[in-house]
Structures are given as structure tokens and as C-alpha cells.
């Protein structure tokens, strides 16, 4: 069983930048992809980024891209999400999630999800 621990969410204004943190306890695999979603109020989990275990692959939603980066710590079990140049239509809950394959841009692929943590930008 994998137990991921989202951290770091909150209020900003636009333009401001946060820093996500996602630690995996439990089994990890060298094949894991780590990725992170949002759902917006009302909406479906969107992927924002993710990334292989061993680092060597990233992928990013265009929404985030040149915006937001994906990096990991594997000493540390950690994956961790900056945002840059947040905009309001980036409110919303995000969540870390694991699945033991490469990646995949459908949330329903992973099988392992933190509890979200949100972040909400104020204009």
C-alpha cells in the first residue's frame, strides 16, 4: 500500500508562486510515474504534470507549461510541484498520484491518491 501526503497548498495572489510537496511512504517501484492533478470545482481531475521515478521524464499539461516544473527527491520519497505565475484560473484542489507504469495523462491510470490539497489565487 502506497500512502501519498500532499503539503504546501493556500492562499496567493496572481502572479505569485507555491511549492507542492508530495511524500510517498510505503512501496515505491523504480518504475513508478509520479503525476499531479486538479479538479476544479465542479470538474473532472485534469493532469498538470508528471513525473518518472527516476527522473529522467517529465510530461506537462500546456496550460502549466514554462510555468510550472515537476522535480523529486528520491532520497526523501518526495515529488514536488512549484508553480510560477499562478493565475486565478489555476484555483482549484491539487493532488498528488502515483501509478506503477510509465506515464499516463488520464487519472485513471494511477492507482494511488493523496487527500488534495487546494490552492486558491486571488486575482
Known amino acids: 500500500q502506497l500512502h501519498l501526503v500532499e503539503s504546501g497548498g493556500g492562499l496567493v495572489q496572481a502572479v505569485g508562486s507555491l511549492r507542492l510537496s508530495c511524500v510517498a511512504s510505503?512501496?515505491?517501484?523504480?518504475?513508478?510515474?509520479m503525476g499531479w492533478f486538479l479538479q476544479a470545482p465542479g470538474k473532472g481531475r485534469e493532469i498538470v504534470g508528471a513525473?518518472?521515478?527516476?527522473?529522467?521524464?517529465?510530461y506537462y499539461a500546456d496550460s502549466v507549461k514554462g510555468r510550472f516544473n515537476i522535480s523529486r527527491d528520491k532520497a526523501k520519497n518526495t515529488v514536488y510541484l512549484k508553480m510560477n505565475s499562478l493565475r486565478p484560473e489555476d484555483t482549484a484542489v491539487y493532488y498528488c498520484?502515483?501509478?506503477?507504469?510509465?506515464?499516463?495523462?488520464?487519472?485513471?491510470?494511477?492507482?494511488?491518491w493523496g487527500q488534495g490539497t487546494q490552492i486558491t489565487v486571488s486575482a
Open positions: 498520484a502515483e501509478r506503477n507504469r510509465a506515464i499516463e495523462v488520464g487519472s485513471s491510470w494511477y492507482t494511488s
Open positions: 510505503g512501496r515505491t517501484f523504480s518504475t513508478s510515474t
Open positions: 513525473i518518472n521515478w527516476i527522473g529522467s521524464v517529465t
